[in-house]
């Protein structure tokens, strides 16, 4: 009898180790490292040849790869081709992550069930049954009659039966899930997973279908499984919002077909998931009552401008060591920001407690918003409210100065639209020509920032 080989493989970077280890020597994480069982079949070199399982590669120069564009073709909703960078592409591989309840099945059947009434759709559901995703469809007044569905999570005879309905798009909810005849672990392990996701996404690119597969996500938020899950699919987005608001917002962290970081945002409904046109408007829901701390900001997600009001409070400490608290942003560049303030602004906020937050659960990852975030925490500091049209962003370097942000004029002209009526920029993105409406003030340093508020 043949000695079944084994692996010790990391859950969260994946790599492999030929015995047990407390630390996993690449990425440093502790306790992450499990015992695996490797298949004991061996697969032919048909299956293996090629990125794609392509058994008739031929070499050729650069200049001869035809350069056609892929024909996409329209999710039916617009914020969703947003992120995928214009549409659904023919033979990708597409993973969606998001935590418990953020709307990821409701999101993909709401796409499935448009698609199904113009071209063949599948939904493959491994997590819940038929009938309870027949009961979500009818709870949404969702047209269901020309929807296939199918309950099954083993991955071949998934794909067998693909050959049979001959899909455009099929959905694989969830890929945790799934699992192939040939590798001995449970599904959901880092084996499983990744030899799932490599074998859909062969037959993806072999059939010309787009596969979607739902992944789990951490506690720290990011997709669960290895790496290299997000390495063989083509487009990775993560559906994100808080249980407790109504707002959701799809963020593509990448795209080989398009702008990665591009955002979408949804409204959660009784009716499903509606798509919100101008976010703007709806993260600028301001109160009547306009306080210190308060000031919107210019942000840039993607390919489009997005205004968001940033707050921020600041307290007297009773602690030895003060809280820094960010909800939306990095705590981290928190810290830096309030020492860029101490050494070159003069405020001196050791014994003072700092509250941050980005209303309406964005997350804003770019340091545009570094100005903005200062300029909340003097107002909030000094209780000396900011103007309520006054319109914020710029980044702050180390030694004090304002440097620059792209896609400035883009930015100002948003805010104009919305009706902000002065703006304090960075110099570099101070425009030559004047904005009809519009004061704008151009900043070099921290001290020009403290003086123009």
């Not at 491994?126 to 991955?155: D, I, W, Y």
């Not at 599904?187 to 037959?203: D, I, N």
């Not at 059939?207 to 739902?214: P, R």
Request: with cysteine; hydrophobic share 40%; net charge neutral.
């Amino acid at each position: 009898m043949a000695k079944t080989k084994t692996t010790f493989v990391c859950n969260d970077c994946g790599a492999d180790f030929a015995r047990w280890l407390g630390q996993c020597p690449e990425c440093k994480a502790w306790n992450t490292i499990t015992e695996l069982r490797l298949a004991s079949a061996k697969p032919t070199g048909a299956e293996r040849r090629g990125y794609a399982g392509s058994t008739r590669a031929t070499v050729q120069t650069l200049s001869d790869v035809n350069l056609e564009e892929l024909p996409r073709f329209s999710s039916s909703f617009a914020e969703f081709d947003r992120v995928l960078g214009g549409g659904i592409v023919p033979g990708s591989a597409i993973l969606i992550g998001g935590s418990p309840g953020a709307g990821k099945s409701t999101l993909l059947l709401q796409t499935m069930c448009r698609l199904a009434e113009n071209m063949a759709v599948l939904y493959v559901t491994g997590e819940e049954s038929l009938q309870q995703v027949a009961l979500r469809a009818q709870r949404l007044n969702l047209p269901t009659n020309k929807l296939r569905m199918l309950a099954e999570t083993s991955v071949e005879t998934i794909c067998d039966l693909a050959d049979k309905e001959k899909p455009r798009v099929m959905v694989i909810d969830s890929i945790q899930v799934m699992h192939l005849a040939d590798i001995q672990s449970a599904p959901g392990s880092v084996s499983q997973v990744r030899e799932c996701a490599a074998y859909l996404t062969r037959y993806a690119k072999q059939n010309g279908v787009a596969i979607v597969m739902v992944g789990h996500v951490t506690k720290d938020g990011s997709l669960a499984g290895p790496k290299v899950l997000e390495h063989c699919i083509d487009c990775s987005i993560l559906l994100e919002g808080d249980t407790d608001s109504r707002f959701r917002t799809l963020r593509g962290h990448k795209n080989r077909f398009g702008p990665a970081n591009e955002l979408g945002v949804f409204a959660m409904t009784g009716q499903g998931l509606k798509e919100v046109t101008n976010p703007s408007a709806i993260f600028l829901q301001r109160g009547e009552q306009h306080g210190s701390g308060s000031v919107v900001m210019v942000i840039w997600e993607g390919t489009r401008p997005l205004l968001v009001e940033l707050q921020a409070l600041v307290d007297a400490s009773q602690l030895a060591n003060p809280r820094r608290v960010a909800v939306g942003m990095e705590t981290t560049r928190l810290a830096m920001l309030l020492a860029v303030l101490h050494r070159h602004g003069g405020l001196h906020m050791s014994d003072q407690d700092v509250f941050v937050n980005v209303v309406g659960g964005v997350r804003v990852t770019e340091t545009g918003a570094d100005l903005a975030l200062l300029l909340a925490i003097v107002s909030s500091f000094r209780e000396n409210e900011l103007p309520k049209n006054l319109i914020v962003f710029g980044e702050v370097g180390l030694s004090g100065e304002i440097r620059p942000v792209p896609n400035g004029q883009a930015r100002l002209h948003e805010a104009a639209k919305h009706g902000f009526t002065r703006a304090i920029v960075p110099f570099g993105n101070k425009p030559k020509e004047t904005i009809e409406g519009m004061q704008v003030i151009g900043v070099k340093s921290l001290q020009d920032a403290l003086e123009a508020i």
